[in-house]
């Protein structure tokens, strides 16, 4: 998660970077108006039209990338919980008082489907309930 921030930051500041070349354009067409106001004129309106360009495609590329991200975190999701219900050892989730809330194959194919409403005190009685 921290290396997705991490990410994110320097592609914003990238696709941030024609807009700030847009306001350094639009400062050197003040300048050049002041000595011809015709070539300023021209100058200023292509740096209008760039800044404008610029942002369309920044906000298009945002939401691209945005939904890249949210794409590649829930296909990593989905790897990482078929991995775990695929997992050949059993496994099992609880909450803080022992009750399941999620086995994998191998669990139910080692305890059976009948294991899934019980508490994992009561499957296993060496685990007590301190420990949660």
Sequence with gaps: ????????????FILWLPLLLG???LAVG???FQLDHVLGMIAIAADILFVMI???????L???ITSEYLSAGF?????QKNLLK?????????NNHGN??????????HFGSKGSKKSITQMFPEIYRRIF
């Design 1 to 12: 998660m921290k290396q997705q921030k991490r990410l994110s930051k320097k592609l914003t």
């Design 75 to 79: 296909e990593q999701s989905q790897i």
């Design 23 to 25: 306001a350094v354009m």
């Design 100 to 109: 399941q809330i999620w086995f994998n194959k191998a669990f139910t194919a």
């Design 86 to 94: 695929e997992l050949p050892i059993p496994y099992i989730v609880t």
């Design 30 to 32: 003040v300048k050049v």
């Design 62 to 64: 945002e939401k691209d």
């Design 54 to 60: 610029a942002f369309i495609c920044y906000e298009k």
